[in-house]
């Protein structure tokens, strides 16, 4: 991601936000859970006459509703397994019949109880308990895990497809309703053992600044496309950078020293739509750069399609949005760590730490009133817990002195994003001037966390370093995504 260090003290946030400039925010996910609820409700009942396909084992059977994949399981799964586990999906088996889906019974009620499925990293902890929910939270409710218990204890039985409950549609994660598409230029072919991140620059053809409210990107090859993270660049320096392919090496951001994050994508998300009224500013004449990672399977593959819908606003918008980037600090919101040897506060996590923590504060006075709509978190490798808190000396119209506006206790670099509350703008966190941004990242920088030893071994390494800021895969960061809403009048 870009990398806004050089923001400089003071004024810094709106520095920040203003070379963060007119972006359009990431992603969100569209509809989702409607269906689960009711869904258990008519299953239990339709389960009644297929008693007689499993034979419970204990004593208290009698009171025990039998729970089938037909009748229980499967509506659950279209929605909110299938998407990524089918067969044409990123996931490594399928999850869309009961014959590809039985012999996982038990690993997915594990993975499901573990947090880890479905990937979604945002999570409510004793340090962070964020007013909203998330926009198409995809985890699972109560009931829908206690049914997959019941499931896996009963010996995950079919049930009578004669009699299956209705299925769901699935989340919809095609912006049916975009007006531009820009598309990679040229195939590339994905080889070898190495992940590749690969920077694709290209013209949408804007001829006039035009106002984006929705982005979706979608994988060419869901085999090999891990994640996309795509920029507008208004000054179009990413054209010169090119290779005759269209594309240039990239890790942490960009490349290029001016660009705005639109959209942070990773597999299975529905499309990012900016909250009403709300749009972002993309200049004549601007590039997109869609940084893509690619991860190898193991045989030969080829993307020739990944690419980017934007649904243009036809109006001007009563807000400006875009996705701010704030973190990074080597100055005076940097916060002193346990680990500075120096004196001073060093943003440096030493070889073989296991638990080192960088904290960073941005007090931001010169800013417009804004409203918090999107929230995600950035790091690399090192990084395994990321937390974003918003503090408010003096807090006015109700709202907290501090709150938790994120947090990713298992942080993946794999599965980063951003995620919008489930709430309308005139309720969800205002910024005003004089509050401030806290940004505490947990770094894991020993043989102990698995995500080191794979980057040490690409590149040839034997032992942890000592990392730092940087864009390279083993450097650090510690970036908080902010998507915000400004009044047009106070945006100029
Ligand atoms: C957004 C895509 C996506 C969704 C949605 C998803 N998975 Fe996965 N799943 C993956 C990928 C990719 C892997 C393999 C790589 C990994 O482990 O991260 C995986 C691995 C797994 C594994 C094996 C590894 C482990 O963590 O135990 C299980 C079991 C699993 N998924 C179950 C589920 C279940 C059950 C659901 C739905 C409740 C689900 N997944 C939803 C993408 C997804």
Redesign the pocket.
């Known amino acids: 991601m870009h990398s806004p260090k050089m923001c400089g003290p003071a004024a810094v946030l709106l520095a920040c936000v203003t070379t963060i400039g007119c972006s359009d925010p990431g992603p969100g996910l569209a509809s989702a859970s409607e269906t689960a609820d009711a869904s258990t409700d008519t299953t239990t009942a339709g389960t009644a006459g297929t008693a007689g396909t499993d034979a419970p084992t204990t004593t208290d059977a009698a009171e025990a509703e039998p729970v089938t994949w037909h009748q229980d399981i499967a509506p659950i ?1 279209v929605q ?2 299938s ?3 089918s067969d044409a999906g ?3 088996f399928s ?1 869309a019949s009961y014959e590809t889906a039985q012999p ?1 019974a038990t ?2 009620l ?3 109880e573990r947090g ?4 979604f990293l945002a999570d409510e902890t004793d340090d962070c308990q964020p007013r909203f929910g998330w926009q198409d939270d ?1 985890r ?1 409710s109560d009931d829908e895990l206690e049914l997959l218990r019941a499931w896996v204890d009963q010996g995950a039985p079919e049930g009578d497809p004669a009699t299956a409950a209705p299925l769901p549609e699935p989340p919809e994660v095609e912006l049916t309703d975009a007006d531009v598409r820009v598309q990679i230029p040229t195939p590339v072919s994905i080889d070898g053992d190495k992940d590749l991140f690969l920077c694709f620059s290209v013209d949408p053809g804007f001829e006039d600044d035009t106002w984006i409210d929705a982005v979706q990107i979608s994988a060419g090859n869901p085999q090999v496309v891990h994640h996309v993270l795509a920029y507008v660049d208004e000054s179009g320096a990413s054209a010169d950078k090119v290779n005759e392919d269209g594309y240039y090496p990239c890790f942490g951001g960009p490349g290029i020293n001016t660009a705005n994050l639109i959209a942070a994508w ?3 998300m529905t499309p990012f739509e900016m909250p009403p009224k709300v749009a972002s500013r993309v200049v004549a004449g601007s590039r997109i750069v869609m940084q893509v990672h690619y991860h190898p399977t193991g045989k030969p593959e080829l993307d020739s399609a990944t690419s980017l819908d934007l649904r243009i606003h036809d109006t001007v918008p009563e807000y400006v949005g875009m996705l701010a980037l704030i973190g990074n600090s080597e100055g005076p919101q940097l916060l002193p760590s346990e680990h500075d040897d120096n004196g001073y506060p060093e943003f440096r996590i030493p070889a073989g730490v296991e638990n080192h923590v960088e904290q960073m504060l941005f007090k931001l006075n010169d800013v417009p009133p804004l409203r918090v709509f999107a929230v995600g978190t950035h790091m690399h490798y090192v990084g395994t817990d990321m937390l974003i808190g918003l503090q408010r000396p003096s807090p006015d119209d109700g709202e907290p002195a501090s709150e938790c506006l994120l947090q990713t206790p298992g942080w993946d670099f ?1 599965w980063q994003r951003t995620y919008s509350y489930d709430a309308p703008l005139d309720a969800v966190p205002r910024f005003d001037a004089g509050d401030a941004l806290y940004l505490r990242c947990t770094y894991n920088n020993s043989m102990s966390n698995p995500f080191v030893v794979q980057a040490l071994a690409e590149q040839g390494l034997g032992a942890p370093k000592d990392v730092r800021l940087g864009e390279e895969t083993l450097d650090e960061m510690c970036l908080a995504v902010v998507g915000i809403a400004i009044a047009l009048k106070d945006a100029i």
Request: net charge neutral.
């Open positions: 799964f909110k397994c998407g990524c586990h990123i996931a490594p999850l996982f690993a997915a594990d993975a499901v880890t499925m479905p990937p995809p699972l990773a597999p299975g794999n």
